[in-house]
């Protein structure tokens, strides 16, 4: 198993750019979610999903989109990139049953000019 | 949510046990205790969790008072891989805050 798998692993954009940060799982979980750490801070939930065709909104939401159209897959889109969104973003996964525990990708480090 | 209090640091000599606190005193009664920790700038990795008893597995011991308000965490020997970050959650999928950064000293 690879675990959770995040691309790419480093990305320079320009403000107002979009992109897509990729996340897949093969481990079958079906709770998956995006973090993001900025330098010296702890990890806030950004968005979540407990399954196919199923996401919710975390704690900063804001700027980013998701979809799961698999349970494989949890593409994190940033739809017009600004400076505060440089941050590391984590993507992690789990069962969903109350004691699961997550499993999280190696991050991939954004930085927005 | 039941929200986490941690110191920011803390050191310890290497072979020593490394005692880490957590303060979670709004926890709700079904509100498991989980640790993780992020070495470096890694992902978190999982350490351990519990809900009232105490729990030991291969990498740590976790000891939850009586009231459930608190916890410690128990490294029994400290080696200078285990400097890192270390947080204390107690709704498994939420925000983990800034955890307690903990030093091995050699």
């Known amino acids: 198993n690879a675990g959770v798998t995040q691309t790419p692993k480093f990305q320079v954009l320009k403000t107002g750019q979009s992109m897509t940060l990729q996340c897949a799982q093969d481990?079958?979980?079906?709770?998956m979610s995006w973090y993001r750490q900025d330098p010296g801070m702890g990890l806030r939930l950004i968005h979540y999903?407990?399954?196919?065709?199923?996401?919710d909104q975390g704690e900063v939401p804001n700027g980013y989109n998701v979809s799961r159209s698999t349970t494989e897959d949890f593409p994190l889109r940033l739809l017009s990139a600004a400076p505060s969104q440089t941050s590391v973003y984590f993507c992690?996964?789990?069962?969903?049953?109350?004691?699961?525990?997550?499993?999280f990708g190696p991050g991939t480090r954004l930085t927005v000019l | 949510d039941a929200k986490t209090t941690q110191p920011p640091s803390m050191d310890c000599a290497e072979g020593r046990a490394a005692n880490l606190p957590c303060n979670h005193s709004t926890i709700s009664g079904n509100e498991y205790v989980y640790w993780y920790r992020q070495i470096h700038s890694q992902g978190p990795q999982y350490i351990i969790h519990g809900l009232k008893n105490n729990e030991t597995n291969e990498m740590a011991s976790l000891i939850i008072t009586e009231d459930r308000k608190s916890s410690t965490l128990i490294l029994p020997h400290a080696t200078l891989r285990d400097t890192a970050v270390y947080y204390c959650?107690?709704?498994?999928?939420?925000?983990f805050g800034t955890g307690t950064r903990l030093t091995i000293i050699p």
């Open positions: 481990m079958n979980h079906e709770y």
């Open positions: 959650i107690v709704k498994e999928k939420l925000t």
């Open positions: 999903s407990v399954g196919a065709g199923i996401t």
């Open positions: 992690a996964s789990a069962g969903v049953k109350g004691t699961d525990t997550q499993y």
